[in-house]
């Protein structure tokens, strides 16, 4: 689930429990577009609006109650208002490598892969690129995949905490195959 917060000084309004197509549509879309967000018997725009996204589980009625709902937001969940606003911006088939890849990747997952597998689809479908480019698509892919729900991360076995990703995606020793942890990648 997502939260938004808009901020405008001195005006705050805040969202719940927004599914993914609701946060695009609704928040994102206008606001990379230049648009005004009317949200709240408000119009929000983008020029002098802070946008903040938070990806964490959903809340109760009873969470949100007596305006204790962002805080709960901001305990339980993170902050991906970066990953989210730039995956906006690319905006579906902006990039059709990547979308391609991540096709290949949901086939391939069906079954443990590691991060390695991931790269060495990048370079089967991409052998022109460089290998910069190849690694970089093949992070991309798998980081918007695990935030869309597509893709799971596994510690021998378990699922890794949202929270525990961003580390593990950014050591080398990950791609690489040379981490101390066996990390595998599933469709769920």
Same mark, same amino acid.
């Given at each position: $689930? ?9 005006? #705050?309004?805040?969202?719940?429990? %927004?599914?993914? =197509? ?12 230049? =648009? ?16 903040? #996204? ?17 805080? $709960? #937001? ?5 902050? #991906? ?53 190849? %690694?970089? %698509?093949? =992070?991309?892919?798998?980081?918007? $995949? ?6 799971? $991360? ?26 101390? =942890? ?7």
């Amino acid at each position: $689930m997502y939260h938004v917060e808009l901020r405008q000084f001195p005006h #705050v309004s805040r969202a719940f429990n %927004l599914d993914r =197509e609701a946060l695009d549509t609704r928040f994102l879309k206008p606001f990379v577009a230049g =648009e005004l967000i009317e949200y709240d018997e408000r119009r929000w725009g983008p020029e002098r609006t802070r946008l903040t #996204v938070i990806e964490g589980p959903e809340l109760s009625h009873v969470d949100r109650g007596w305006g204790r709902g962002w805080g $709960m #937001v901001t305990k339980r969940g993170r902050d #991906v208002t970066e990953l989210v606003l730039s995956e906006a911006r690319r905006g579906v088939g902006q990039r059709p490598e990547i979308d391609a890849l991540k096709d290949a990747l949901s086939d391939a997952a069906r079954s443990p892969i590691t991060f390695p597998d991931a790269v060495a689809l990048a370079i089967a479908r991409h052998p022109q690129l460089r290998a910069s480019e190849q %690694l970089a %698509l093949a =992070e991309q892919a798998v980081w918007e $995949m695990l935030h869309q729900g597509r893709l799971q $991360m596994r510690d021998g076995g378990r699922p890794v905490a949202i929270e525990g990703w961003q580390p593990i995606v950014l050591r080398w020793s990950t791609w690489a195959g040379t981490a101390a =942890e066996t990390i595998t990648l599933r469709t769920p």
